[in-house]
């Protein structure tokens, strides 16, 4: 059974960092791309950013571009985001979501994880 | 950006009847690259059509998917209980990938 667990959600202030993972199980984790996805409270969902199954490929959002950076660790199955000069309004439940690479690493999403909440708030 | 708008924002029907939600995007949708999504409250999203009308693994064969270009939609033929949710679209023809605003299937 595929697994996704995302982790490093918490309260951070403006201007702050903050780093999530997500661990991966239940698939090979090297063929798939894999894709974070956000969702503000009570609002509809928002693609943040993709990463291919080597890593040597990322995309982003303009909204998050130059601020948060996906990498990946083939080695312990683990997805990241690196979330730096954090907003108000990032505030949001991300999601992680294996994501198939054929024909191309921006895809649909299955399965998605169950999240973890960012609050950015001073 | 494809700018996708999902009609109706809320849709009231019984169990049993059929619900029809559309999805228009604001240019033409590559290779009619449209996913649904279902998403009932506190849980992740859950894929349930990709390519426009592939339903995904597991998926039970009331719901289907249809359309091309800039029209999609997604049909449930007979409601469940457990179909009462909210159901968003999203397109991958194109960079930035983005989602509809959704739709809200509710009990009436």
């Known amino acids: 059974e595929v697994q996704l667990l995302e982790s490093g959600g918490g309260l951070v202030q403006p201007g702050g960092s903050l780093r999530l993972s997500c661990a991966a199980s239940g698939f090979t984790f090297t063929g798939y791309a894999m894709t974070w996805v956000r969702q503000a409270p009570g609002k509809g969902l928002e693609w943040v950013s993709s990463i291919s199954s080597s890593g040597g490929s990322t995309y982003y959002a303009d909204s998050v571009k130059g601020r948060f950076t996906i990498s990946r660790d083939n080695s312990k199955n683990t997805l990241y985001l690196q979330m730096n000069s954090l907003r108000a309004e990032d505030t949001a439940i991300y999601y992680c979501?294996?994501?198939?690479?054929?024909?191309?690493?921006?895809?649909?999403?299955?399965?998605w994880g169950q999240g973890t909440l960012v609050t950015v708030s001073s | 950006e494809i700018v996708l708008t999902q009609s109706p924002g809320t849709l009231s029907l019984s169990p049993g009847e059929r619900a029809t939600l559309s999805c228009r995007a604001s240019?033409?949708?590559?290779?009619?690259?449209l996913a649904w999504y279902q998403q009932k409250p506190g849980q992740a999203p859950r894929l349930l059509i990709y390519?426009?009308?592939s339903r995904a693994t597991g998926i039970p064969d009331r719901f289907s998917g249809s359309g091309s270009g800039t029209d999609f939609t997604l049909t449930i033929t007979s409601l469940e209980p457990e179909d009462f949710a909210v159901y968003y679209c999203q397109q991958y023809g194109s960079s930035p990938l983005t989602f509809g605003g959704g739709t809200k299937v509710e009990i009436k």
């Open positions: 390519s426009a009308s």
């Open positions: 240019q033409s949708v590559s290779s009619n690259y």
């Open positions: 979501a294996k994501t198939p690479e054929w024909p191309s690493e921006l895809n649909w999403f299955d399965p």
